[in-house]
């Protein structure tokens, strides 16, 4: 491969920038800095300025609304989806979809895209030197169910390398796209595995700096949900922003 | 009850695009049929080169002011308007939909697009407003707008095109930053 790394910051020099800025922050700071600078990606797509508080109104109070006719329940397992099947360690994530006072998000949209079990995205931009699978798309979707609950059943993927800074690895993650009941709680997020060494070098999922809700980004290890000779379970739950109904229905509160 | 803390969001980063775009997303109406627009623009970065990695997605009322609670917003079959769309962004950072214009939700209140804007290095999905330029009276008072300076107010109102359409950039930095939104549920 060539070496086009000289101009690179080590991994030292980006681990050094997480440090100070996660010692300079806040507690309490439970989304992720817009402006991180150890992910360079961030300088020059960073809003300065902070939000303005808006009260939502008309279609931001809605949600857009999915169905069956949207969604085939085929779609929820990403190992039967191209005709064979995909290498690597088959697994189920389960969890539930929530909304800032913990109640179900109910037949809404999740949509998930990963790489492979070798890191690697069926992407045209993605030139990670390692094997497309041709088993395995890594894109799946479902509804939720009346419980918010909603399962994928997929193959681990890898960890792979980007251009942040020299030798710079992703962690293994799953891209997560999520809906509540009103547009404000729309999410888009990542899913990683628990005990991950590559977490603590990783400017993205330090963009997170509190301790507490970056380890919410993090799935549990279920073996419950992990079937005999067959798979390996995980768990993540999914909490949205407060939906607006909190502040039109304030009798929820009471009881 | 205590309100829970959401999860973080965190990037889309740059592999979604075989995952998110689908057939006829950007498509709210088919292009070209009677009361369609064209809603489209760039979305900037601070150095004001087009994001080509970027995701926009649209939610709105339809012409009466009725926000559409129709499932099919994937499976674009029929005439349903869902009042939904999603945008990925071409090599220029360019963006559009076809849609028909927003009515008032209520008498008086100005017409606007809920705009949410995703792109690789933005780490967490931004909120804004694209209001319609016609009704200077309901814009006059919309509360939102009202607390805004000139300046910044005028990147939140989109400009009618000859065609009919509607142009409305996004700048995530610089000196037409573009107004992005909190509402009361979000946390910093
Ligand atoms: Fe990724």
Request: hydrophobic share 35%.
């Given at each position: ?67 069956h006719?949207d969604v085939d329940p085929l779609e929820a ?64 979707r ?114 | ?188």
């Amino acid at each position: 491969m060539t070496e086009r790394t000289e101009a690179l910051p080590s991994q030292r020099d980006i681990s050094a920038e997480i440090v100070a800025l996660h010692d300079a922050a806040e507690v309490g700071e439970t989304q992720p800095r817009l402006h991180f600078p150890p992910y360079r990606s961030s300088l020059l797509r960073h809003p300065t300025k902070n939000p303005r508080p808006a009260d939502p109104e008309g279609a931001e109070l809605v949600a857009p609304v999915f169905g069956h006719s949207d969604v085939d329940p085929l779609e929820a397992d990403l190992t039967v989806q191209s005709g064979g099947e995909p290498i690597g360690e088959r697994m189920l994530v389960r969890g539930r979809v929530v909304d800032g006072d913990g109640r179900p998000v109910r037949r809404q949209l999740v949509e998930i895209w990963q790489a492979n079990a070798a890191g690697r995205y069926v992407h045209q931009r993605d030139q990670h030197p390692a094997p497309v699978d041709p088993h395995f798309t890594g894109l799946g979707r479902c509804l939720t169910d009346d419980d918010g609950g909603y399962a994928f059943t997929t193959i681990k993927p890898g960890a792979y390398p980007w251009r942040n800074h020299r030798n710079a690895w992703r962690p293994a993650h799953i891209h997560f796209s999520l809906f509540g009941t009103d547009f404000t709680q729309r999410l888009i997020t990542q899913m990683y595995f628990p005990g991950d060494p590559l977490f603590a070098l990783d400017p993205i999922y330090q963009s997170v700096t509190d301790p507490a809700a970056r380890e919410r980004l993090v799935a549990g290890y279920d073996h419950d949900l992990s079937e005999h000779e067959w798979l390996l379970g995980y768990r993540w739950d999914i909490v949205l922003t407060g939906s607006h109904a909190t502040y039109l229905e304030p009798e929820d509160h009471d009881g | 009850m205590a309100e829970l803390i959401a999860t973080p969001g965190q990037t889309i980063g740059p592999f979604f695009h075989e995952a998110l775009p689908y057939d006829h997303d950007r498509e709210l109406v088919p292009p070209g049929g009677a009361g369609a627009i064209r809603l489209h623009g760039y979305v900037y970065d601070g150095a004001g080169a087009g994001a080509p990695d970027a995701l926009v997605e649209i939610r709105q009322a339809d012409a009466a002011g009725v926000v559409p609670t129709t499932e099919g917003s994937l499976c674009r079959l029929g005439a349903a308007f869902t009042g939904w769309g999603r945008g990925s962004t071409d090599r220029t950072g360019h963006y559009w939909f076809s849609t028909v214009d927003p009515g008032p939700v209520r008498p008086g209140a100005a017409a606007f697009f809920a705009v949410t804007v995703f792109a690789r290095g933005l780490l967490n999905r931004v909120f804004t407003r694209c209001y319609l330029p016609e009704h200077e009276a309901a814009l006059a008072a919309d509360p939102l707008l009202a607390g805004l300076d000139p300046g910044r107010r005028a990147g939140l109102v989109a400009r009618r095109e000859p065609d009919g359409g509607l142009r409305f950039d996004i700048h995530l930095q610089g000196d037409a930053e573009t107004v992005f939104l909190t509402f009361p549920g979000h946390r910093s």
